[in-house]
């Protein structure tokens, strides 16, 4: 039962950056002491001001980078590409293969995520669905707007149908229009059954969406907070100054 | 198990490349030498820097053509009596790099035999150079010679050598014997066939000089073709004046 | 296998559409027109002139746009953050890397085919003869292409900069040609000059075994060591793609 009740949980994690320069090596400690649980089936927010560690804490749920101290567990199971292939990614910027069509990436993320070609073909039918990709699909990426490469990026998260799914700072650079998109795609996923963490630096967006919240300051959690309305500027300015 | 893999095959290279090496025999020559310092460049080092040894050579055989082909007033013979527009062939100008020149061009690329050849019976047949020819045919017959090929190689730079060294010992006219075979080879250069031509056209054998003239109507360097057509001509009106006096 | 062979697919896929592609395509054209004006000025060397400039930019463009694309894969895109994609992905970080290089020197193989194809029917247009090294330079060329790929991806991956792996990059590229351009001062090295020289042999790519289109005449190697320098060429490039792939491993993105 524990398995299904977090989706991610973070113990005593420690993580320090290395820099070698040809002949010093300089440090800087993103993460110290860090403890988070995420439970299944919500939508969490990780808040802090810049350099505080939301993406280093994302990027060691991934497998992207690797702790230097304490556990963390994905689904249950500690980051490997095997668990990390039921967890979807969104990144802060719209950063794609600019030379391939959406439909390209499509293919080729869903052979990489073990989908074969019925699976991939149901897959894209559905997310293009989901996200009115429309024509937008069979052209090249680096000639779409910003706005349709943010539902692309959304898009090659889903492709998997993962059941845990990581938005990092997911309504930069988007319209009013676009985040209100964006937001409701996140609310609907959520109703699917998806749990989701997003790291973003617009508390009220976040409010209106997130159930919990958690607040980093300098590589711990100072708190975390159930969300509710109108109150999360606040418990955030708090925590943070 | 990657470092693992990584090393085996790095043995495994090293292995291969000393068995390759054992069937590559070839050593090439310094871009830079004191014997042709005058006219060496650094371009011709970042050539070969970047593995273009052979367009290196091009690029200095052709100016070796145009320095061949120009007038530099600080090489005028003294006592020239040829026409000031006039280059090579004239004897107006000494073109004293010639030598260093090919020499260059044939230190950055061991085959290529056209360039020696060409520069070689420019010096001893125009130029008058002979012991400069030699020197430059043998700086390559030498190189070829130490590289102990199986196959025979240079071999026109031999002949070229014999008919030099004839003309050096005996003068010009005793070399067509070496000259005839240099001709039957498709890449001579059409300045000997002209020089052959021109002596068999001296000592009054128009036979043969038609036949070697000849070769040269299709030259692919007009200025060859145009002395040769220029050349046939003259034997021509010579044969018809020779039959309308008889 | 199936990921190695996708993500080889769609590298190329990628590197033909890209602009530097073409760029380097119209680059190779040019160079080839430049040739033939170059090469008027000596009628008698013109078709050789042609051949050796033609074939250079050949090699010298495609070493210029492996270099490009591996700075890319192993450089550019873990700085910009489109590794993540493939990488969130349940595939083993050394398929995705000999993926991306299959695609890279495939990528290289078509320009190079593609480029040679053209100046082939161009030096046949101008009546030259061919034998079997010129077709065999081109292949050789590609084997110069396939180390310099493997190597520029290693040294991206131990780099701190992106300029920095074009300087490392390219310094190996003058090593290796320079390599056997010492040979003739072997006999007047100390034996500690001359063990240097043999160890940089063996770490470096030693193309002075490959340069084949810088000695068409193909009298610097008797038959038998071709195969030889062949596989000499695939095991250094198995060598260094799995150390990259052991360095690509722990790699933090």
Redesign the interface.
């Known amino acids: 039962m524990e398995k299904i009740e977090k989706a991610l949980e973070f113990r005593d994690v420690g993580k320090i950056y290395r820099r070698n320069h040809f002949f010093k090596t300089t440090e800087t400690e993103a993460l110290k002491g860090f403890s988070l649980d995420i439970n299944r089936g919500e939508i969490f927010c990780l808040l802090g001001l810049n350099g505080a560690g939301k993406t280093t804490a994302v990027k060691l749920a991934l497998n992207l980078i690797f702790p230097d101290s304490g556990d963390i567990k994905v689904l249950g199971e500690k980051p490997s590409p095997e668990v990390v292939s039921r967890v979807g990614y969104v990144s802060e910027s719209p950063y794609l293969f600019p030379y391939l069509t959406a439909r390209e990436l499509f293919n080729l993320l869903g052979i990489l995520s073990g989908l074969n070609s019925s699976r991939r073909a149901e897959a894209m039918d559905r997310i293009c669905d989901f996200l009115s990709l429309g024509d937008f699909i069979d052209k090249k990426i680096g000639e779409c707007s910003k706005g349709m490469q943010q539902r692309v990026l959304l898009a090659q998260a889903l492709i998997h149908d993962p059941e845990l799914l990581i938005l990092d700072e997911p309504y930069s650079g988007l319209d009013p229009v676009g985040i209100s998109q964006m937001r409701q795609y996140i609310e609907k996923l959520n109703a699917e059954g998806k749990t989701i963490l997003m790291t973003s630096h617009l508390i009220a967006e976040s409010e209106k969406i997130a159930a919990r919240a958690g607040i980093l300051k300098a590589g711990r959690i100072a708190k975390v907070i159930p969300v509710l309305p109108g109150l999360l500027e606040k418990e955030f300015l708090e925590a943070v100054l | 198990m990657k470092l693992a893999l990584s090393a085996v095959f790095f043995i495994a290279s090293v292995l291969m490349q000393a068995q390759a090496g054992k069937h590559f025999t070839f050593r090439n020559t310094p871009v830079f030498s004191k014997d042709f310092s005058e006219v060496a460049r650094y371009s011709d080092f970042w050539l070969v820097l970047f593995g273009h040894r052979r367009i290196a050579a091009d690029i200095v055989f052709i100016q070796t053509l145009q320095y061949y082909g120009s007038i530099h007033e600080d090489e005028i013979s003294a006592g020239a009596k040829a026409e000031r527009r006039e280059g090579f062939g004239t004897g107006l100008v000494r073109y004293d790099k010639l030598f260093s020149y090919a020499l260059r061009t044939a230190r950055l690329d061991r085959n290529f035999e056209y360039a020696v050849t060409f520069t070689a019976a420019a010096l001893a047949w125009v130029q008058k150079r002979e012991n400069e020819a030699i020197a430059l045919l043998t700086d390559a017959i030498d190189y070829w010679d130490g590289q102990k090929m199986t196959v025979p190689v240079f071999y026109q730079s031999s002949l070229y050598l014999s008919a030099i060294a004839v003309t050096k010992e005996k003068g010009i006219a005793e070399a067509t014997e070496y000259m005839e075979k240099a001709v039957t080879y498709p890449d001579c250069p059409d300045m000997v066939k002209n020089i052959l031509g021109e002596i068999y056209f001296r000592a009054k054998d128009y036979k043969n000089a038609v036949r070697v003239l000849e070769m040269n109507l299709d030259s692919r360097e007009p200025n060859y073709r145009r002395k040769a057509i220029e050349k046939l001509e003259k034997i021509h009106e010579l044969l018809i004046s020779g039959q309308q006096r008889s | 296998m199936?990921?190695v062979y996708?993500?080889a697919k769609?590298t190329l896929?990628?590197?033909a559409?890209?602009k530097s592609f073409s760029l380097s395509v119209v680059f190779i054209a040019l160079v080839f027109v430049s040739a033939f004006i170059?090469a008027k000025?000596?009628?008698?060397?013109?078709i050789?002139?042609i051949q050796?400039?033609g074939m250079?930019a050949v090699?010298?463009f495609s070493f210029l746009t492996a270099l490009f694309f591996a700075v890319k894969v192993a450089f550019v895109e873990g700085q910009?953050?489109?590794i993540?994609?493939?990488?969130?992905?349940?595939?083993?970080r050394?398929e995705y890397i000999f993926g991306r290089y299959l695609g890279i020197i495939l990528s290289a193989a078509l320009e190079i085919a593609a480029m040679g194809m053209l100046l082939t029917i161009l030096l046949y247009l101008k009546q030259a003869e061919f034998d079997g090294f010129y077709f065999l330079s081109y292949f050789f060329i590609f084997l110069?292409i396939m180390m310099i790929t493997a190597v520029t991806i290693l040294i991206s991956l131990a780099s701190?900069s992106q300029a920095s792996a074009f300087i490392f990059s390219f310094l190996v590229?003058?090593t290796g040609?320079?390599l056997?351009?010492v040979?003739?001062l072997l006999d007047e090295m100390s034996p500690a000059m001359v063990t240097m020289v043999r160890i940089f042999?063996?770490i470096f790519p030693?193309?002075?075994?490959l340069?084949l289109?810088?000695?068409?005449?193909g009298?610097?190697?008797?038959?038998?060591?071709?195969l030889?320098?062949v596989?000499?060429a695939v095991?250094?490039v198995?060598?260094?793609m799995?150390?990259a792939?052991?360095v690509f491993?722990k790699k933090?993105?």
Not at chain 3, 85 to 91: A, C, F, H, K, Y
Not at chain 3, 213 to 217: F, G, K, R, V, W
Not at chain 3, 219 to 226: D, E, H, L, T
């Open positions: 199936k990921a996708n993500v769609y896929l990628e590197n559409r890209s170059f000025l000596s009628e008698v060397v013109e050789r002139a050796d400039i250079g090699q010298f910009n953050k489109t993540y994609l493939p990488l969130t992905r349940p595939v083993k050394s110069k701190t590229w003058i040609h320079s056997g351009e040979e003739f042999k063996w030693n193309y002075t075994l340069n289109a810088d000695y068409t005449a009298r610097f190697m008797a038959a038998a060591g071709y030889p320098a596989l000499y095991f250094y198995f060598a260094v799995w150390l792939a052991a491993e933090e993105f």
